[in-house]
């Protein structure tokens, strides 16, 4: 692993001779997930020349997406085991249930509500929880394109869910499953296709751009977005023990390009998300939005009930309120108001 390297290291080669371009004062390894021609995938490998521009290549990151398996990566920055990450913000929610509260089932629609709570109050949130629990400065945060359910079966009503193996990235989603009778199968994303191949699971819940990009539309032909778990959040993580060695001026530097980044993908979220998905369509595949009285039938507390009273449990154990969390959510969106 590349350690920070504290001091200027480039040096004219020998008496008289013209001085050589400068090293990086600071040369630092970025692990992330192998999950090439998605969106996160387009921003995490743009980050080292973002971060070389804007520094005039005093800061140097290397991106590495085989160093760390990706429930593993906040661990790692924690630990000091990597400098920087990609962190996911589900592969952690039943360790911190804030990090799944755009999975509560019903609560946050769409990427433009995400922005509305993460600009009130979430961001602010979020950044305090990486510093005290993952001892990480967060660069960045972001989203996956809108979360899909691939199916090999179609999915038309409610009652389609029920006996359905599928796999799901978050306790929420996993809990919401199993009370609409389907049966929630974690597994890493990695296994996914040799999955459905073999039948061990017979739909998943993924993001528009991977699900393309990995072609499981050749297997699981159904494609829906149920509103299930819509939005899945991505930060990008600096260890705290590294960020305190980089001098002030380059901090700031560097938090200014990363929220420069951070704005182009939620600007861009929806061009990102019509492009894939337009690409699933010019293949053929048929992409659906759930019917909304069928969405309406998802969503009543018959079964939400589960997935709600465990997050608030959750919450509880680690020292939050979360039912004034949720209301508070639901207050930033307005739906405390009457607009009739």
């Not at 020998?14 to 998605?38: I, N, Q, S, Y």
């Not at 001026?249 to 894939?276: G, P, W």
């Amino acid at each position: 692993m590349n350690k920070v390297l504290t001091g200027v290291l480039g040096m004219a080669l020998g008496a008289g001779m013209p001085t050589t371009a400068k090293a990086a004062e600071f040369d630092l390894t970025l692990a992330t997930l192998p999950v090439p021609g998605t969106t996160f995938d387009f921003a995490i490998k743009g980050v080292p020349e973002r971060i070389e521009k804007a520094t005039n290549g005093r800061v140097k990151i290397t991106v590495n997406d085989s160093l760390v398996g990706g429930t593993q990566l906040a661990p790692a920055v924690r630990e000091g085991r990597v400098d920087l990450v990609a962190a996911i913000h589900p592969y952690l929610s039943s360790q911190e249930p804030r990090m799944g509260l755009s999975n509560l089932p019903g609560l946050i629609s769409n990427a433009m509500e995400y922005k509305f709570i993460f600009d009130a109050f979430y961001g602010a949130d979020l950044a305090k929880i990486w510093s005290e629990k993952w001892n990480s400065q967060v660069l960045a945060e972001g989203l996956w394109t809108n979360q899909l359910v691939w199916s090999k079966r179609p999915l038309h009503k409610v009652e389609d869910f029920k006996g359905l193996k599928i796999r799901v990235h978050n306790r929420e989603t996993a809990l919401l499953m199993n009370a609409v009778g389907a049966k929630p199968t974690p597994m890493a994303a990695a296994e996914v296709m040799a999955g459905l191949q073999r039948g061990v699971i017979d739909a998943l819940t993924t993001s528009t751009c991977y699900g393309y990009k990995q072609e499981f539309w050749r297997i699981a032909k159904n494609v829906y977005n149920w509103r299930i778990a819509p939005q899945t959040g991505w930060a990008v993580l600096a260890n705290n023990d590294v960020w305190a060695k980089i001098p002030a001026d380059l901090q700031v530097t560097i938090k200014k390009a990363m929220l420069e980044m951070q704005e182009e993908m939620f600007n861009d979220y929806y061009s990102h998300t019509r492009r894939c998905i337009t690409g699933l369509q010019e293949k053929g595949v048929k992409f659906e939005v759930a019917k909304e009285s069928e969405i309406a039938r998802l969503f009543v507390p018959k079964y939400t009930e589960a997935v709600y009273k465990g997050w608030y449990a959750r919450a509880k154990q680690v020292g939050f309120d979360g039912e004034a969390y949720v209301a508070k959510t639901r207050k930033v969106l307005g739906v405390d108001i009457n607009y009739d």
